[in-house]
């Protein structure tokens, strides 16, 4: 195992022409958190072509852990996923104009798997820094919960080594084609992950409060 966290970004997609998710993730590319060296990839927001470049990376750099992100346009706040399912359903289509229905993410594979990191400490963590932050049940059906779930996946034949993902709301340049949400400046977005990213390195129990929702 190396010294490396593995932070991901996502492509722009659905018509946008940047993604949070790619511009925190080469923000902080190169920084070192607790004692980690942050290496950042981008992903193609394409169900066909994202995993396969996520086993790679994660091959090949044999990081510590893993946080994978992604935009969620209609969200304002950033969101710690819980849970990844196996299942896709696409509502548009991805970038390679891939649009399947009511497919498993794999086959042969249970119907889903827990985030590896300590989410309730990541939200108090942000909500102590004064960060718009919750806790999700779910990731959706479209790619993020795809390599949400494939990284689960590959991440259980590697003891040790951590992983979840964490949606992120519009930046401010995207609030005209995200009305009704509330844009996180970059900057604050940047603080919430390097946050994340020294909380998941530095406890392993996570906190004993309830995140639960009732609906
Ligand atoms: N968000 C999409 C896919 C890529 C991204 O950044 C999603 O939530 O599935």
């Known amino acids: 195992m190396s010294d490396t966290l593995l932070i991901t970004g996502f492509e722009p997609f659905a018509g946008d022409v940047l993604n949070p998710s790619w511009e925190v993730a080469r923000a902080l590319d190169g920084r ?41 346009g209609s969200r304002p706040a950033v969101s710690v996923e819980r849970v990844a399912i196996n299942l896709v359903d696409a509502r548009i289509a991805d970038n390679l104009g891939a649009q399947p229905i009511d497919e498993p993410v794999l086959a042969d594979a249970p119907a889903a798997y827990f985030s590896t990191l300590p989410i309730k400490a990541i939200a108090a963590g942000l909500r102590e820094a004064n960060l718009p932050v919750e806790i999700s049940q779910t990731a959706g059906t479209f790619v993020c919960n795809q390599v949400f779930f494939g990284l689960m996946h590959h991440l259980k034949n590697l003891p040790g080594v951590r992983g979840g993902f964490i949606h992120l709301p519009p930046l401010p340049e995207q609030a005209a084609r995200h009305p009704g949400t509330r844009p996180l400046a970059l900057a604050q977005q940047v603080q919430a992950i390097e946050l994340a990213a020294a909380i998941m390195l530095t406890r392993s129990a996570d906190l004993r409060v309830t995140a639960g929702a009732i609906d």
């Open 32 to 72: 070192r958190i607790a004692g980690r060296r942050i290496v950042a990839r981008k992903l193609p927001c394409a169900f066909r072509t994202a995993l396969p470049l996520l086993a790679d990376a994660i091959d090949g750099l044999k990081p510590k852990g893993v946080i994978a992100l992604g935009l969620a």
